[in-house]
């Protein structure tokens, strides 16, 4: 702390140290505040009431052979459809219920701001070939979800 020779019996301290910020540290400091507020606006955008949601979508066609020899590999096709803009990230799960028995459904992302939701008029698509490879001779059953309501049964026969 430095002391003026006419202010040494009062002991207050010079004003230079009253401030110890320097100007380029006021425009750090500046710099500073001005983004911490843009990240606390980023922050309230990302809380805005909005809906996202995985959900179910139609299976428009599926291509799965009718005789495969055992252990060999082959390719089912599934073409899925969504109906619309709001819709993303279309994927395909195949899910084995038993040895022979699989369920095959499609499956996307719905995002939409609460409170109406205006969703491009777009078909959102996804073409796909899943390797499959079975290990057993027999019969295997596919129930292929083309929609909540509808499912086809389709049949493979390993030699």
């Given at each position: ?60 066609s599926s291509t799965i052979a009718d005789t495969v020899m055992q252990n060999e590999s082959t390719g089912i096709q599934i073409i ?80």
């Open positions: 702390m430095h002391f003026n020779l006419l202010q040494r019996y009062t002991m207050v301290p010079e004003r230079q140290d009253l401030f110890p910020l320097k100007v380029s540290n006021l425009n750090y400091m500046k710099y500073l505040l001005l983004i911490l507020i843009i990240c606390l606006f980023c922050v309230y955008c990302e809380k805005s009431p909005h809906t996202k949601e995985v959900g179910m979508v139609q299976i428009c899925a459809s969504a109906p619309n803009g709001c819709w993303s990230n279309l994927f395909v799960e195949i899910k084995s219920e038993t040895v022979s028995d699989y369920s095959v459904k499609a499956y996307g992302t719905f995002s939409c701001r609460e409170g109406g939701c205006a969703c491009p008029d777009v078909l959102v698509g996804m073409d796909t070939i899943i390797n499959f490879q079975p290990t057993q001779k027999g019969e295997y059953v596919f129930s292929v979800y083309n929609s909540k309501d509808s499912i086809t049964i389709d049949t493979m026969i390993v030699k």
